[in-house]
């Protein structure tokens, strides 16, 4: 009997220290309830709107989200590797790959924002004069002002890289600095040390107040549209798939799509995300 209850005692501690771990684990833990399903994304989880969506959701379901912290090429490496549940990116060649080679399952459009070309007020590289993004980085490199890239193989970083093909530039030198971090981070080294760099509109919004130094300087092309899609795992391929999949038909929901578009509003005076009705005029 001694030995019988020490197991069991061992058993539960063992469960309760592997449920502490894999929540602490956890860049953010939103809800409440039993069930428990995981996610990767970077801006919409820095920025809170996952947080919203998830806590309005658990009020339904009884759920817990635990978010990672992660740019769009890391999320699909976590989804690939069934580290998490499901995933909210914007990268969408990798996204529609994934899903023929069939790691990856239920893509959703949800929402879009776009990306601004920020730099010094004084635009020493003229890329307000720019007719296309591609413009606007011949002109950065040609002038070789200093230009900061994530480098990290998040959509953003994408997104980049795709531009400087389309000017048939390879950027190097001193004046390009890669800073391997969020976006966030970098657009406040950015307003640091008076470069240029290419931000989604939802963050300038959330931190233009906190960046003295910036402004936009270059937006509208068509191609800086950023639409933003939901991936989960196949069906039954992580614990918390069922659960996911509820969470994308959630967010997709008329509920779910006025909390995305409304959010920001109040706090910043504008939304920081376009819906998925708005979004679809752009998604290819």
Known sequence: MIRRACAIGFLVMALFIGTVWAEEKCDGLYGEGDHTFSLATGSPGELGILKELAEAFSKETKTKLCWTKAGSGQSLKLLQDKKVDMIMVHAPAAEKKAIADGWAANRKLI????????????????IGEAKTAADAYS??????????????????????????KKAAIDPQGPWYVVTKDFMTATLKRANQENGYFMTDSSTWAAEKQNLPNLKILFRGDPYLVNTYHTLSQPEGATPGQKWAVRFIE???????????????????????????????????
Do not use: C
């Open 111 to 126: 929402g879009s924002n776009e990306f601004y070309i920020v730099g010094p007020a004084n635009d020493p590289a003229k």
């Open 139 to 164: 002109k950065i490199a040609g002038s070789q002002a200093k230009f900061f890239s994530r480098g990290d193989s998040s959509g953003t970083h994408k997104k980049e890289m795709d531009i400087w």
């Open 250 to 284: 959630f967010v997709a929901s008329d509920k779910g799509q006025k909390i995305l578009s409304d959010f920001g509003k109040d706090k910043h005076g504008e939304g920081l995300y376009n819906d998925a009705n708005y979004a679809k005029q752009y998604d290819k």
